[in-house]
């Protein structure tokens, strides 16, 4: 059973970045798969950006590529989700999503929320203009 621990969450301007993290903990150095997804109040969950240990490939939700950056430790036990240029609809809840492990998501799968098992309780990420 995995836990997915998001943090760095906070209020910030248009423009602003930010950092989120994610710490699955219960997780030894293995292969499985994690995803930020987001969700402003009204509206549908939405995949932001995936990673999975095995691959290079990386995946990003059509309204955040070229300004965030998802990346991995060394220790691929936190999964960082860097935002660049935040505007005010990127306002929402980010949650943190992990695989079971050992479970391979392709990248064409990777931002779909079905895929998952395991959620936090995610932080909440709020820009002003």
């Known amino acids: 059973q995995a836990r997915p621990v998001e943090s760095g969450g906070g209020s910030v301007q248009t423009g602003d970045s930010l950092r989120l993290s994610c710490d699955v903990s219960?997780?030894?150095?293995?292969?499985?798969?994690r995803a930020w997804f987001r969700q402003a109040p009204g509206e549908e969950r939405e995949g932001v950006a995936g990673?999975?240990?095995?691959?290079?490939?990386?995946v990003y939700g059509a309204s955040v590529k070229g300004r965030f950056t998802i990346s991995q430790d060394n220790a691929k036990k936190t999964v960082y989700l860097q935002m660049s240029g935040l505007k005010p609809e990127d306002t929402a809840m980010y949650y943190c999503?992990?695989?079971?492990?050992?479970?391979?998501?392709?990248?064409?799968?990777?931002?779909?929320?079905?895929?998952?098992?395991?959620w936090g309780q995610g932080t909440q990420v709020t820009v002003s203009s």
């Open positions: 999503a992990a695989s079971s492990e050992y479970e391979y998501i392709g990248a064409d799968k990777r931002l779909n929320s079905t895929m998952y098992k395991f």
């Open positions: 990673i999975c240990n095995r691959g290079v490939a990386l």
């Open positions: 219960e997780y030894s150095r293995s292969d499985y798969c």
